[in-house]
């Protein structure tokens, strides 16, 4: 079944540092979506993105959907405390039979005061 | 509007105790999913619902049995609880068709001795 990898699994980075990760599939997605997940809770989305090369923004969060629709990033910027969660990314291609969301393993995000 | 709502959020079973995990959504969404986290496996889903009256096997549904009582409700069931079931469920919902991803629950802690 399609799969996606996440990169990097975990991040301990220092307050008001950048934050980039990605995720990387074999097949191709008409939607790219980022979610965040806060300790004891489930996954809220943060960012979708429905075109290949598009890039949207959220306060500090910047997404991109990859050109080839096979790849997608997560940059944020300044990071502080609240940053702290995993995020997940999650290729969807809508109609046919199922119709699922496929997710990325996440990435583990530990910010140091 | 409370949106996907899980009962419990905690609970210790024995193996071999059954259980059923209740969900429930507010939002008139037709699709309803449960998925399981585990540490570095991401979410995987067990079972859906793409619409009331059909479910489907997911990726990982062996052990579980689910049913979709009505558009709002969505169980899944243990039968005969393992150890290997020790996890976080998740249940989620959206809009059949719907390109904006899912909306989660806070999940279940299950713990299976």
């Known amino acids: 079944g399609q799969q996606l990898n996440q990169s990097p699994q975990s991040m301990f980075i220092q307050e008001g540092e950048d934050v980039s990760m990605n995720c990387t599939s074999s097949?191709?997605?008409?939607?790219w979506l980022w979610y965040k997940q806060d300790p004891g809770e489930g996954p809220v989305l943060l960012i979708a993105l429905y075109k290949a090369g598009e890039l949207t923004s959220n306060g500090r969060l910047t997404a991109q959907f990859g050109i080839t629709r096979k790849d997608s990033f997560l940059n944020i910027s300044a990071s502080i405390p609240s940053d702290v969660g995993i995020y997940f990314c999650?290729?969807?291609?809508?109609?046919?039979?199922?119709?699922?969301?496929?997710f990325g393993k996440g990435t583990k995000l530990s910010v140091k005061p | 509007n409370a949106g996907v709502t899980q009962t419990p959020k905690f609970q210790v079973l024995k193996t071999g105790q059954s259980m059923t995990l209740q969900c429930a959504q507010d939002m008139n969404h037709n699709s309803m999913y449960w998925y399981r986290q585990d540490p570095g496996m991401g979410l995987r889903l067990i079972y859906y619902?793409?619409?009331?009256?059909?479910?489907d096997k997911g990726e990982v549904p062996n052990g579980y049995n689910v049913s979709r009582l009505n558009k709002r409700e969505f169980s899944l069931r243990l039968e005969s609880a393992a150890p290997s079931q020790t996890s976080v469920y998740f249940c989620?919902?959206?809009?059949?068709?719907?390109?904006?991803?899912?909306?989660f629950g806070s999940g279940t802690r299950l713990t299976v001795v």
């Open positions: 619902s793409a619409s009331e009256g059909t479910t």
């Open positions: 097949s191709i997605f008409n939607t």
């Open positions: 999650a290729g969807l291609n809508y109609g046919g039979s199922q119709g699922n969301l496929i």
């Open positions: 989620a919902s959206t809009v059949k068709g719907s390109v904006y991803g899912y909306t």
